[in-house]
């Protein structure tokens, strides 16, 4: 029983951000059909923001109503919706209308807000769902979320992007021959790329009604999950004391000690820069970098942003897996520390030196992935002629660097969601308006550099004519 409950928990937390994501990995196949061409991106980090009004109202409803809110029916419509948006972007993903003058890929743009409604609404519905269940479960979803961008990516590198070559076109109206990009077809089309989102959507939802029928002796009240965790904390301190009792000269100094751990570990400073970093990682990796991708990548190719794309999905879980256990092991690093601080009488002192390092080295790792960032944002502005263009060397270049960037301020915001969901749950409601403000601020400022100033410009591999 305990093997097929890990097996739907995993299987519910595909269907987290899988729809998403899954568009963000076929953009490089569809980028080309569609008429908003290489500034799709930047509509779709709008519209993703745009979303977040489904989590906010879920929220105000929990805070304002509570009890009120069914949060089985709301997960199960949330997942209906994403099933039925799936099946109907398979069926008319293609489709456009005139809008304004212009063609503009509504069908698309519409169902992608409704998705996009859907993974935004997950992230505040379906954990406190996984909370009804042992703590163990919860790690399995979160691996299932982690997968949900990494499958998609996975099936998106065995799809391919098909194979670009330049022909010699003849205009019938004025018989001047000039040359043409074609596109060959990949491995499977994307209808089928997003039929199997719908599939993906059905595995959870059907994971997810499952798991509604778990018996209840599988099932964990709120206030056990409150008081394990503190218990086991208290009577491992109470053990180390008792290992070692002429290092600790009385219960009050215990006590001093217990109450200095509960204290806020970091300086108003500190707690600045951490939600600065919040704010700043956010704002790079949800909407400023993503929404020029096509003007950093299609120069050097449909293969190029097609790797880009796909592998730096698949970063993402991998640094977020990365960072899950690599805290335990820092984590009984710092306990032994402090344990042998203990002794000496200078435990503020060692948890400050501690919590000033990580936010150093979180500090440098953010520097490291904004340099990666800016890399990918230079080589846009240069669009269609950027750096290296034409060479294997740009082409590795600008892959690995989308990885890298990708990767590192992943790892950054789940190590600063570690950090901070240690300082309660106020830290945490900041955190979260953090990463609205950054996301939201970051989307908003690219897409009128992108479709109105029209900063960026785009090219075409076999039209282009690039100095060399």
Known sequence: ????????????????????????????????????????????????????????????????????????????????????????????????????????????????????????????TFLPFMMQLPPKYITTYFIGEGLSGFVPGLVALGQGVGVTKCANVTQPSDNETHMETQYLPPHFSPEVFFFFLAVMMVVSLTAFTLLTRVPRTFQLSTEDLACDPVASVSSGLDNLATEHPEKHKSHSEWTRSRSLLAKPRYSGYQ????????????????????SVQTYSCMPYGDVAYHLSAALSSMANPVACVIAMFLPKRVGDAQLGITAHRFSCGSLTLSIFVLCSRSLVSLGLLCLGGTAFGAYNMAMAALSPCPLLQGTVAGQTLIVLSWVFFVGALSYVKVMVGVILRDEGHSALVWCGAAVQLGSMAGALTMFPLVNVYQLFQAGDTCSTRCPL
Not at 73 to 84: C, F, K, N, R, S
Not at 101 to 112: E, N, P, Q, W
Not at 271 to 290: E, H, K, M
């Open 271 to 290: 707690f600045g820069f951490i939600y600065f970093l919040v704010v700043w990682v956010n704002g790079l990796t949800n909407g400023l970098l993503p």
């Open 1 to 124: 029983m305990a093997l097929l409950v890990h097996l739907l928990s995993c299987s519910f937390g595909l269907g987290s951000w899988v729809a998403v994501n899954g568009l963000w990995v076929e953009l490089p196949l569809i980028v080309n059909q569609l008429p908003e061409g290489w500034d799709l991106p930047s509509y779709l980090t709008v519209i993703i923001q745009l979303a977040n009004l489904g989590p906010l109202l879920a929220t105000l409803m929990q805070k304002l109503c509570p009890g009120r809110l069914k949060e089985r029916a709301v997960i199960y419509t949330i997942l209906v919706t994403g099933v039925v948006a799936c099946f109907l972007l398979a069926a008319f993903w293609a489709e456009t209308t005139v809008v304004g003058g212009a063609l503009h890929s509504t069908a698309f743009l519409i169902i992608t807000f409704f998705l996009s409604l859907v993974d935004c609404t997950s992230s505040v």
